[in-house]
Nanobody, 123 residues
């Protein structure tokens, strides 16, 4: 499966953005999907994950209550709605997928990665 992330941009603190991760190549409804982010000079970190059906989601503590991950399997797309953005949220955001039933926060579990989409949050 090939993944294409989009929706990044420059916003002010407190604003919202919605990222999209579009999949192609194989049926997407057998893949769990995660969003990860990597700030300049830092390691890539987990942000959110959703199960193949959308029935299970998990978030990093740093985004819980502000970010919402969802998916539309009919459109082969996963979304990350980001609200109340903070300057420390400035990063390249990556979507990733692995074929499986559950969810995972672990980068090594993910076998397919999209290119990053850059989110810049100004103070």
């Amino acid at each position: 499966v090939q993944l294409q992330a989009s929706g990044g941009g420059l916003v002010q603190a407190g604003a919202s953005l919605r990222l999209s991760c579009a999949a192609s190549g194989r049926p997407f409804n057998t893949y769990a999907v995660g969003w990860f982010r990597q700030a300049p000079g830092k390691e890539r970190e987990f942000a959110a994950t959703i199960s193949y059906s959308g029935g299970s989601t998990h978030y990093a503590d740093s985004v819980k209550g502000r970010f919402i991950i969802s998916r539309d399997n009919a459109k082969n797309t996963v979304y990350l709605q980001m609200n109340s953005l903070k300057p420390e949220g400035t990063a390249a955001y990556y979507c990733a997928a692995y074929r499986g039933w559950g969810t995972s926060r672990v980068i090594a579990e993910y076998t397919h990665w999209g290119q990053g989409t850059l989110v810049t949050v100004s103070s």
